[in-house]
Protein backbone atom coordinates (compact mmCIF):
# COMPACT_ATOMS: atom_id res chain seq x y z
CA UNK A 1 0.00 0.00 0.00
CA UNK A 2 1.69 3.22 -1.02
CA UNK A 3 2.29 5.73 1.69
CA UNK A 4 -0.30 8.27 1.27
CA UNK A 5 -3.98 8.69 -1.25
CA UNK A 6 -5.41 11.29 -2.83
CA UNK A 7 -8.10 11.67 -0.23
CA UNK A 8 -4.83 11.96 2.43
CA UNK A 9 -4.18 15.43 -0.23
CA UNK A 10 -7.66 16.19 0.10
CA UNK A 11 -7.52 16.39 3.75
CA UNK A 12 -4.51 18.08 3.71
CA UNK A 13 -6.08 20.95 1.92
CA UNK A 14 -8.68 21.02 4.62
CA UNK A 15 -5.99 21.30 7.42
CA UNK A 16 -3.84 24.02 5.75
CA UNK A 17 -6.84 26.00 4.48
CA UNK A 18 -6.77 29.90 4.99
CA UNK A 19 -3.39 29.29 6.63
CA UNK A 20 -1.04 28.62 3.88
CA UNK A 21 -1.28 30.57 1.14
CA UNK A 22 -3.22 29.44 -2.14
CA UNK A 23 -0.11 30.81 -4.25
CA UNK A 24 -0.94 32.30 -8.35
CA UNK A 25 -0.11 30.44 -11.46
CA UNK A 26 1.77 32.68 -14.05
CA UNK A 27 1.85 32.57 -17.52
CA UNK A 28 3.83 34.35 -20.43
CA UNK A 29 3.46 34.11 -24.36
CA UNK A 30 7.26 34.33 -24.00
CA UNK A 31 8.27 32.00 -21.76
CA UNK A 32 5.41 29.61 -23.74
CA UNK A 33 7.29 30.61 -27.12
CA UNK A 34 10.86 29.36 -25.73
CA UNK A 35 9.23 26.31 -24.52
CA UNK A 36 7.05 25.35 -27.48
CA UNK A 37 4.34 25.00 -25.42
CA UNK A 38 2.06 26.31 -22.87
CA UNK A 39 3.22 26.70 -19.45
CA UNK A 40 1.22 27.22 -16.19
CA UNK A 41 3.76 28.16 -13.33
CA UNK A 42 3.05 27.13 -9.76
CA UNK A 43 4.48 29.89 -7.92
CA UNK A 44 5.51 28.30 -4.53
CA UNK A 45 7.86 30.79 -3.81
CA UNK A 46 5.26 33.42 -2.95
CA UNK A 47 4.15 30.94 -0.46
CA UNK A 48 4.44 31.01 3.40
CA UNK A 49 7.98 30.66 4.25
CA UNK A 50 9.34 31.09 0.50
CA UNK A 51 8.78 27.52 -0.61
CA UNK A 52 6.17 24.91 -0.61
CA UNK A 53 7.64 22.91 2.03
CA UNK A 54 5.54 24.87 4.78
CA UNK A 55 2.39 22.92 3.40
CA UNK A 56 4.00 19.67 4.68
CA UNK A 57 5.39 21.26 7.65
CA UNK A 58 2.33 22.83 8.90
CA UNK A 59 0.25 19.47 8.21
CA UNK A 60 2.21 17.52 10.02
CA UNK A 61 2.65 19.81 12.99
CA UNK A 62 -1.48 20.41 13.31
CA UNK A 63 -1.96 16.66 13.14
CA UNK A 64 -0.12 16.29 16.04
CA UNK A 65 -1.88 15.10 19.68
CA UNK A 66 -2.00 17.39 22.74
CA UNK A 67 1.42 15.67 24.26
CA UNK A 68 3.40 15.09 21.25
CA UNK A 69 3.02 19.33 21.37
CA UNK A 70 3.99 19.56 24.63
CA UNK A 71 7.01 17.77 24.00
CA UNK A 72 8.16 19.51 20.83
CA UNK A 73 9.61 18.66 17.34
CA UNK A 74 12.64 18.00 15.79
CA UNK A 75 13.49 18.04 11.79
CA UNK A 76 16.56 18.22 9.67
CA UNK A 77 16.59 20.51 6.59
CA UNK A 78 19.04 22.57 4.55
CA UNK A 79 16.52 25.67 5.10
CA UNK A 80 13.00 25.49 3.39
CA UNK A 81 11.62 22.57 5.19
CA UNK A 82 13.87 24.06 8.54
CA UNK A 83 11.29 27.11 7.70
CA UNK A 84 8.30 25.53 7.09
CA UNK A 85 8.84 23.76 10.36
CA UNK A 86 10.19 26.84 12.34
CA UNK A 87 6.62 29.13 11.66
CA UNK A 88 4.60 26.09 11.57
CA UNK A 89 5.57 25.46 15.30
CA UNK A 90 5.39 29.03 16.27
CA UNK A 91 1.90 29.53 14.93
CA UNK A 92 0.97 26.45 16.84
CA UNK A 93 2.76 27.08 20.07
CA UNK A 94 4.98 24.47 19.69
CA UNK A 95 8.83 24.05 21.10
CA UNK A 96 10.96 23.21 17.54
CA UNK A 97 14.94 22.14 17.41
CA UNK A 98 16.21 22.23 13.32
CA UNK A 99 19.09 19.90 12.71
CA UNK A 100 21.04 22.53 9.49
CA UNK A 101 24.00 21.75 7.55
CA UNK A 102 27.33 24.67 8.42
CA UNK A 103 26.90 25.31 4.70
CA UNK A 104 22.85 26.11 4.74
CA UNK A 105 22.25 29.56 2.79
CA UNK A 106 23.08 31.99 5.48
CA UNK A 107 18.96 33.79 4.23
CA UNK A 108 17.33 29.95 5.18
CA UNK A 109 19.36 30.08 8.30
CA UNK A 110 18.49 33.04 9.86
CA UNK A 111 14.42 32.83 8.40
CA UNK A 112 14.50 29.83 10.82
CA UNK A 113 16.41 31.33 14.01
CA UNK A 114 13.66 34.31 13.17
CA UNK A 115 10.89 31.91 13.44
CA UNK A 116 11.94 30.77 17.21
CA UNK A 117 13.67 27.81 16.68
CA UNK A 118 16.71 26.37 18.21
CA UNK A 119 19.11 25.06 15.95
CA UNK A 120 21.69 22.59 15.81
CA UNK A 121 24.88 22.85 12.83
CA UNK A 122 26.13 19.98 11.31
CA UNK A 123 28.71 18.79 8.72
CA UNK A 124 27.14 17.57 5.84
CA UNK A 125 29.67 15.51 4.65
CA UNK A 126 30.64 14.38 7.42
CA UNK A 127 27.70 13.93 9.41
CA UNK A 128 23.83 12.24 9.04
CA UNK A 129 21.46 14.64 9.68
CA UNK A 130 18.89 11.21 10.29
CA UNK A 131 21.05 10.14 12.83
CA UNK A 132 21.21 13.48 14.54
CA UNK A 133 17.98 13.85 14.69
CA UNK A 134 16.87 10.91 15.17
CA UNK A 135 19.28 10.72 18.33
CA UNK A 136 17.44 13.82 19.79
CA UNK A 137 14.35 12.23 18.87
CA UNK A 138 15.21 9.64 21.28
CA UNK A 139 16.98 11.39 23.84
CA UNK A 140 14.68 14.53 24.23
CA UNK A 141 11.50 12.97 23.61
CA UNK A 142 10.45 14.78 20.52
CA UNK A 143 8.57 14.37 17.67
CA UNK A 144 10.94 14.02 14.18
CA UNK A 145 9.12 15.37 11.52
CA UNK A 146 11.12 14.59 7.99
CA UNK A 147 11.58 16.29 5.45
CA UNK A 148 10.00 14.16 3.21
CA UNK A 149 9.67 10.45 4.54
CA UNK A 150 6.90 11.39 6.57
CA UNK A 151 2.95 10.40 5.06
CA UNK A 152 1.81 14.01 6.57
CA UNK A 153 4.10 15.56 5.03
CA UNK A 154 3.94 13.87 1.58
CA UNK A 155 0.01 14.41 1.17
CA UNK A 156 0.58 18.39 2.63
CA UNK A 157 3.43 19.06 -0.37
CA UNK A 158 0.44 17.34 -2.41
CA UNK A 159 -2.07 20.30 -2.17
CA UNK A 160 -0.04 22.62 -4.62
CA UNK A 161 -0.70 20.15 -7.60
CA UNK A 162 -3.78 20.04 -6.04
CA UNK A 163 -4.74 23.62 -6.48
CA UNK A 164 -2.98 23.80 -9.64
CA UNK A 165 -5.19 21.66 -11.28
CA UNK A 166 -8.21 23.06 -9.60
CA UNK A 167 -7.37 26.46 -10.34
CA UNK A 168 -5.68 26.55 -13.88
CA UNK A 169 -6.72 25.45 -17.37
CA UNK A 170 -6.36 21.65 -18.20
CA UNK A 171 -3.07 20.53 -18.22
CA UNK A 172 -1.65 16.81 -19.83
CA UNK A 173 1.66 17.62 -18.38
CA UNK A 174 3.05 18.18 -14.73
CA UNK A 175 7.16 18.84 -14.02
CA UNK A 176 8.02 18.86 -10.54
CA UNK A 177 11.47 18.99 -8.72
CA UNK A 178 12.76 16.32 -7.09
CA UNK A 179 14.91 15.93 -3.58
CA UNK A 180 13.59 13.43 -1.67
CA UNK A 181 10.59 12.82 -3.39
CA UNK A 182 8.02 14.02 -0.97
CA UNK A 183 6.32 17.32 -3.52
CA UNK A 184 6.93 14.74 -6.33
CA UNK A 185 4.98 11.65 -4.61
CA UNK A 186 2.32 13.99 -2.86
CA UNK A 187 1.50 15.72 -6.10
CA UNK A 188 2.07 12.60 -8.35
CA UNK A 189 -1.18 10.99 -6.17
CA UNK A 190 -3.07 13.78 -6.56
CA UNK A 191 -2.73 14.75 -10.03
CA UNK A 192 -3.05 10.81 -11.29
CA UNK A 193 -6.29 10.85 -9.53
CA UNK A 194 -7.64 13.80 -10.92
CA UNK A 195 -6.28 13.73 -14.41
CA UNK A 196 -5.80 10.11 -15.03
CA UNK A 197 -3.32 10.17 -18.18
CA UNK A 198 -1.72 13.14 -16.84
CA UNK A 199 2.33 12.68 -17.91
CA UNK A 200 4.33 13.56 -14.61
CA UNK A 201 7.98 14.04 -14.62
CA UNK A 202 10.77 14.43 -11.59
CA UNK A 203 13.17 16.58 -11.88
CA UNK A 204 16.71 16.73 -10.51
CA UNK A 205 20.12 18.49 -10.45
CA UNK A 206 22.77 16.69 -13.23
CA UNK A 207 25.03 15.55 -10.17
CA UNK A 208 21.99 14.40 -8.11
CA UNK A 209 20.25 11.70 -10.07
CA UNK A 210 20.04 9.29 -7.65
CA UNK A 211 16.05 9.04 -8.79
CA UNK A 212 17.79 8.03 -11.95
CA UNK A 213 20.05 5.88 -11.19
CA UNK A 214 17.24 3.99 -8.60
CA UNK A 215 15.04 3.18 -11.73
CA UNK A 216 17.98 2.01 -13.97
CA UNK A 217 18.99 -0.09 -11.10
CA UNK A 218 15.29 -1.21 -10.58
CA UNK A 219 15.92 -0.29 -6.71
CA UNK A 220 16.73 2.55 -4.27
CA UNK A 221 20.31 3.68 -5.14
CA UNK A 222 22.44 5.97 -2.81
CA UNK A 223 24.76 8.50 -4.05
CA UNK A 224 27.30 10.77 -2.41
CA UNK A 225 25.98 14.41 -1.85
CA UNK A 226 25.34 16.28 -4.73
CA UNK A 227 27.75 19.29 -5.42
CA UNK A 228 24.97 21.63 -7.04
CA UNK A 229 23.88 25.14 -6.49
CA UNK A 230 20.62 23.48 -5.98
CA UNK A 231 20.85 23.25 -1.75
CA UNK A 232 17.49 22.14 -1.73
CA UNK A 233 18.20 18.64 -3.96
CA UNK A 234 21.41 17.66 -2.43
CA UNK A 235 19.98 14.05 -1.50
CA UNK A 236 21.48 11.16 -1.36
CA UNK A 237 18.57 8.76 -1.89
CA UNK A 238 15.55 8.43 -2.77
CA UNK A 239 12.96 8.72 0.32
CA UNK A 240 11.66 4.67 1.77
CA UNK A 241 8.17 5.78 1.76
CA UNK A 242 8.41 8.33 -1.77
CA UNK A 243 10.08 5.82 -3.78
CA UNK A 244 7.35 3.76 -4.22
CA UNK A 245 4.81 6.37 -4.98
CA UNK A 246 7.25 8.06 -7.72
CA UNK A 247 8.66 4.87 -9.55
CA UNK A 248 5.06 3.92 -10.22
CA UNK A 249 3.58 7.16 -11.03
CA UNK A 250 6.06 9.12 -12.72
CA UNK A 251 6.98 8.68 -16.38
CA UNK A 252 10.34 10.24 -16.34
CA UNK A 253 13.32 11.52 -14.33
CA UNK A 254 15.32 14.13 -15.67
CA UNK A 255 18.20 16.21 -14.85
CA UNK A 256 19.57 19.56 -15.46
CA UNK A 257 23.30 21.30 -15.25
CA UNK A 258 23.83 24.33 -12.71
CA UNK A 259 23.80 26.66 -15.94
CA UNK A 260 20.73 25.59 -16.61
CA UNK A 261 19.15 26.07 -13.75
CA UNK A 262 20.63 29.73 -13.57
CA UNK A 263 19.59 30.35 -16.78
CA UNK A 264 16.43 30.00 -16.04
CA UNK A 265 16.69 32.43 -12.61
CA UNK A 266 17.50 34.73 -15.17
CA UNK A 267 14.73 34.62 -17.40
CA UNK A 268 12.18 34.81 -14.33
CA UNK A 269 13.79 37.34 -13.08
CA UNK A 270 14.26 39.64 -15.95
CA UNK A 271 11.09 38.70 -18.10
CA UNK A 272 8.53 37.81 -15.14
CA UNK A 273 9.68 39.58 -12.18
CA UNK A 274 9.90 36.70 -9.94
CA UNK A 275 12.47 35.00 -7.84
CA UNK A 276 13.31 31.57 -7.50
CA UNK A 277 15.93 29.88 -6.08
CA UNK A 278 18.37 27.33 -7.51
CA UNK A 279 15.95 24.27 -6.46
CA UNK A 280 13.37 26.38 -7.28
CA UNK A 281 13.73 26.86 -10.77
CA UNK A 282 15.17 23.06 -11.71
CA UNK A 283 11.44 22.03 -12.57
CA UNK A 284 11.47 24.69 -15.26
CA UNK A 285 15.01 24.65 -16.60
CA UNK A 286 14.45 21.50 -17.88
CA UNK A 287 11.19 22.65 -20.03
CA UNK A 288 13.11 25.41 -21.06
CA UNK A 289 15.92 23.35 -22.24
CA UNK A 290 14.24 20.51 -23.83
CA UNK A 291 14.68 17.63 -21.32
CA UNK A 292 10.80 17.08 -21.34
CA UNK A 293 8.63 15.88 -24.15
CA UNK A 294 6.40 18.69 -23.57
CA UNK A 295 2.42 18.38 -24.72
CA UNK A 296 -0.52 20.81 -25.54
CA UNK A 297 -0.67 22.16 -22.13
CA UNK A 298 2.51 21.75 -18.78
CA UNK A 299 2.11 23.01 -15.16
CA UNK A 300 5.29 23.18 -13.85
CA UNK A 301 6.44 23.90 -10.05
CA UNK A 302 8.68 27.18 -8.94
CA UNK A 303 9.03 25.51 -5.57
CA UNK A 304 11.00 28.32 -3.63
CA UNK A 305 13.03 31.77 -3.58
CA UNK A 306 14.37 31.50 -0.36
CA UNK A 307 18.14 33.04 -1.77
CA UNK A 308 20.25 36.07 -0.06
CA UNK A 309 20.64 38.71 -2.58
CA UNK A 310 24.28 38.63 -2.39
CA UNK A 311 23.85 35.18 -3.93
CA UNK A 312 21.15 35.89 -6.47
CA UNK A 313 23.72 38.25 -7.48
CA UNK A 314 26.67 36.23 -8.08
CA UNK A 315 24.75 33.46 -10.19
CA UNK A 316 23.13 35.88 -12.37
CA UNK A 317 26.66 37.51 -12.84
CA UNK A 318 27.89 34.24 -13.88
Request: hydrophobic share 40%; charged share 25%.
Amino acid sequence: MPAITADDVRSAAEQIAGVANRTPLFRSRLLDERCGTEVVLKAENLQRTGSFKFRGAYNAVRGLDADARAAGVVAFSSGNHAQGVALSCRLLGVAATIVMPHDAPAAKVAATEGYGATLIRYDRYAESREEIGADLSEREGRVLIKPYDDPRVMAGQGTAALELIEDGPEIDGLVVCLGGGGLLSGCSTIATDLVPDIAIYGVEPEAGDDHQRSRTAGERVTIDVPETIADGQQTTAPGELTWPITNALVRDFVSVTDSEIVATMRFLFTRMKLVVEPSGASALAAVMHGHIPVGERVGVTLSGGNIGIDRFRELLAT
